[in-house]
């Protein structure tokens, strides 16, 4: 099958201004620093990013905070990043913020291609507000719309260059979700193989998925256990 | 219809498989393509029971009896193939990651209107995949035989059968003829060698728009 | 964590009548065969069956039909059992034939503890007929209600006693949505192992999910690669 | 608050943990109650970050930098550890498969309503998953200290912050007292040794049923 293996500057190098862009990660398990890095160095402006948590300050989707490259945000939790609740706070970003099993679901319904999905979760809360609601069988439901994206920004543990991806442990979190959701999918992993050197039960992202695969030469400090 | 016309349709179907494409071949007519690809052709052939990569088919002898492909055929995997479960099967169809599907026909449209799943009252077994793949991949092609048993057409104005999908063809293979559903309308791409246009028309259900300059032929 | 093997005539001897059952597999991988024929044995009666296809005559699901065990069928397709197309036309059961990507995320839903899910797949065709329609943003939509069941049964390649559970290739397909969305899950497993022997990351169905694990002390022909 | 009741408040709730049991331990007082588990007992700690078997917490010199749990501490894997995506996890919370969850919480009332995420105009970093895991765990326990710094009462008879999830709490454990919601109203289950249920009543914010008999102390 065809190799996807891609110079990181040359993937990233297609997202343009106003892009919107899934990254995945929940803490630094599976968030993808050095893709982040060459976004912030590259400067795309106006970005709509779709991701779990917003790191903590000084490190991943931060740097593009601090860039001033973010005009909107779809996420969980902030909290431990207090710059990013300062610029929500100025509204100097918008923040959308979005029960974390619902963003889950609402980026999976975008790679499954799907409209939405229904739920009752947050029905008399203030995160009902605004929302589609729907009375089905006489109960009432929240329609949540799917979310899709124009680029996926993945960190995987292996990959081979057809881009089928594996995570390990807990780094895997958002990331197979955002791969599906992505018109363009693109993964640094820290090993990559060759066809045929993954175990097939094994994959967790198919490449069928991905559009450009990267392999890391080094993974700088950020990805490692540090006392921060 | 001949072996040798089917052979030719189903090689023409082949070529239009190009390196690195993701691909869907519907059981019937269209898996017969299989054997019209080149085995180091850079795709990635896809099975919605949950194989990104499907490789020959096997007999009995050497099959794996947990590896089958959706048409029940014993497959074999090939460097790079994964597996998934059907959530994640036809999340791949639905959000368009199939670059093409060749899919068989009851009916077909002039306008790309596919019915290929239902016949009322003798022929419902239900839908399979059918409707996801016709109405999600990029493109979709239908293979097969440009009249039935008795000599209609299978392209037609308007299909009489339910649907499987609206609009969703965009070319037709038939052992006579490549056609095109464009904006126009029904345009021929291609023609058998040795059928003649009019003869074609003929046993078309709708109008043939043609090429400028001479008709291809293949 | 807590061991659930648990004897497969104790664990069928819950499925009463009317309950309503999820069966994996697609065509003979993944089919629960030795589960299927407890349950044919004992002949729980009035069963809705949730299960992709209806295998062949004479074998899995269709012993439940030729039982007259079978008051509902929700599938995708039957074309390969001439004996469920008689039983769907005679009206002796009835039959809810649905698009199989959508019955995988109705299933998937249920397991997610969605109300449902919203999806284009359908419009224009005989299958939208009868479904809760839904105009979103000035575009039609169908609205797909998740499925639940009050059991699943399951066929894996590997288990550990806390019902962590994998598959071997193409006999994964339903088995894990279905395990999911379930109240009680009732897995047959080719081989059972301790707790720890299962690597965590190539986990395809979490304990969890899981109510009951069994080990098959042998594989019936049904199973094996056969000239049929 | 003492060191000591605090430490016999999550012991208090720990008590309640059943072998079998599948439980999500919120982010803060919650996961204290760690320290009061016995390492042998057959549960199934649950992590909505994508874990199921989550173990002891480590160092950071023993962590592995790719397996922490929701709450961002590095952790281990046990015997039976499972991974997986945050779309799963969640699914294990909607489904019901928590029969428990601890959360903490700024206020709770006297019919289960829960407000633990935001504090409108001060304090609103999103929910994470707070909202599903008190709307779908099964059983959902809060711990909080009975008042807070000001000495203001946490149980009240009506929440005035946002909600979490209403009519979610089943039980609270507290430095002074075990409450139950119950359909009858707020019924005291058990009182911390020494705590005096007048001094309890007027710390609490909505009436407390007093049970049947002596009340049971912890």
Chains 1, 3 share one sequence.
Request: charged content about 20%; hydrophobic content about 45%.
């Amino acid at each position: 099958m065809r190799s996807k293996t891609t110079p990181m500057a040359e993937a990233v190098a297609a997202i343009g201004d106003g892009a919107s862009v899934m990254i995945g990660g929940f803490g630094v398990p599976g968030t993808p620093f050095c893709l982040i890095e060459e976004l912030a160095r590259q400067g795309a402006k106006e970005l709509t990013i779709i991701k779990n948590d917003a790191n903590e300050a000084g490190m991943g989707v931060d740097l593009l905070l601090q860039n001033r490259q973010v005009a909107r945000l779809i996420t969980s939790h902030i909290g431990l990043n207090a710059n990013a609740i300062r610029l929500m706070n100025a509204g100097e970003i918008e923040v959308e913020l979005v029960s974390q099993g619902i963003l889950a679901e609402r980026i999976r319904a975008g790679g499954a291609g799907l409209v939405g999905i229904v739920t009752d979760i947050g029905l008399g809360t203030p995160l009902a507000k605004g929302k589609t609601m729907l009375s089905l069988a006489g109960r009432e439901a929240i329609f949540e719309p799917a979310l899709t994206a124009d680029f996926a920004l993945l960190h995987a543990e292996r990959a081979d260059d057809f881009g089928n991806l594996s995570y390990a442990a807990t780094a895997r979190n958002f990331n197979p979700l955002m791969a599906m959701a992505a018109s363009c999918s693109l993964a640094e992993t820290e090993t990559l193989v060759g066809q045929g050197q993954m175990i097939p039960e094994a994959v967790h992202t198919p490449g069928v998925f991905v559009d450009h695969v990267m392999e890391l030469a080094e993974l700088p400090e950020v990805y490692h256990v540090v006392r921060r | 219809m001949s072996s040798g016309a089917k052979e030719r349709m189903l090689a023409r179907a082949a070529r239009d498989i190009r390196p690195g494409m993701t691909v869907n071949l519907g059981i019937g007519l269209p898996t017969g393509v299989l054997g019209h690809l080149d085995a180091g052709l850079p795709i990635c052939l896809h099975s919605e029971n949950g194989i990104a990569g499907v490789g020959r088919q096997l007999p009995y002898a050497e099959a794996d009896r947990n590896l089958i492909d959706a048409g029940g055929a014993y497959v074999s995997p090939v460097a790079g193939t994964s597996y998934f479960d059907s959530a994640v099967s036809f999340s791949i169809v639905r959000r368009g990651r199939l670059d093409l599907t060749l899919l068989g026909a009851f009916e077909v449209a002039m306008n790309g209107d596919l019915a290929n799943w239902m016949i009322p009252g003798r022929f419902s077994p239900g839908p399979g995949g059918a409707i996801e793949l016709a109405q999600k991949a990029r493109r979709v092609g239908v293979i097969t035989m440009h009249t039935d048993k008795s000599g209609r057409p299978k392209i037609v104005e308007r299909c009489t059968l339910p649907l499987t999908a609206a609009g969703c063809v965009n070319r037709i293979y038939t052992d006579m003829a490549v056609c095109d559903i464009t904006p126009e309308g029904l345009r021929l791409a291609e023609i058998a060698e040795g059928v003649d246009p009019d003869r074609l028309q003929s046993a078309t259900g709708a109008p043939l728009l043609m090429p400028e300059g001479p008709i291809p032929t293949f």
